[in-house]
T-cell receptor, first 114, second 113 residues
Framework: DQQVKQNSPSLSVQEGRISILNCDYT??????FLWYKKYPAEGPTFLIS?????DKNEDGRFTVFLNKSAKHLSLHIVPSQPGDSAVYFC?????????????FGTGTQLKVEL | DTGVSQNPRHKITKRGQNVTFRCDPI?????LYWYRQTLGQGPEFLTY????????KSRLLSDRFSAERPKGSFSTLEIQRTEQGDSAMYLC???????????FGPGTRLTVT
């Protein structure tokens, strides 16, 4: 039972254009959402996050949108750069034992072409 | 702030052997998490420590797995009697209290032959 889904395993965009990565979730107990970027042979690197009480958060070229009624979030990268090529994971947080357990999607491989 | 470190980075072991991994979190991060990632999947939560107390364990963490954080600083994850299905990347993450964002180490890649 996959509670966080990234239905696009890969995405290819041209440099300078917008990249849109999508994520759906099913668990209403998730209260915070995060995007991580991962290069081969490295651990995931935190990129941007959004609270469940907001619908948009922006940080430079990266914007995350949350549609709580649809249980859908998306990450927009504009303009896309070749260095953005990586695997992007959507993660959802729920409280556990006083901490926050993250549930990850399966990732989307983004390739930004020249 | 040197980031989360994990040792070893790679471990190859034979089925049935025991292995132990170490994680050093970012200093002053009270929360420490272990995750496991297999090919084509996202990381899956294994266990969580608040200081030295292990407060949550996933059902993925079978009896062959044990984790400790004896002084509330570094943590170890031990797998006894390894099986081929244990082959995965083991990731450690840490965060300060009241922080949603978790900061990951580079991982330990385990291969069981």
């Amino acid at each position: 039972d996959q509670q966080v889904k990234q239905n696009s395993p890969s995405l290819s965009v041209q440099e300078g254009r917008i990249s849109i990565l999508n994520c759906d979730y099913t668990n209403s107990m998730f209260d915070y959402f995060l995007w991580y970027k991962k290069y081969p042979a490295e651990g995931p690197t935190f990129l941007i996050s959004i609270s469940s009480i907001k619908d948009k958060n922006e940080d430079g070229r990266f914007t995350v949108f949350l549609n709580k009624s649809a249980k859908h979030l998306s990450l927009h990268i504009v303009p896309s750069q070749p260095g953005d090529s990586a695997v992007y994971f959507c993660a959802a947080s729920e409280e556990t034992g006083g901490g926050n357990k993250l549930t990850f999607g399966t990732g989307t491989q983004l390739k930004v072409e020249l | 702030d040197t980031g989360v470190s994990q040792n070893p980075r790679h471990k190859i072991t034979k089925r049935g052997q025991n292995v132990t991994f170490r994680c050093d979190p970012i200093s002053e991060h009270n929360r420490l998490y272990w995750y496991r990632q297999t090919l084509g999947q996202g990381p899956e939560f294994l266990t969580y420590f608040q200081n030295e107390a292990q407060l949550e364990k996933s059902r993925l963490l079978s009896d062959r797995f044990s984790a400790e954080r004896p002084k509330g600083s570094f943590s170890t994850l031990e797998i006894q009697r390894t099986e081929q299905g244990d082959s995965a990347m083991y990731l450690c993450a840490s965060s300060p209290d009241s922080f949603y964002e978790q900061y990951f180490g580079p991982g330990t890649r385990l291969t069981v032959t």
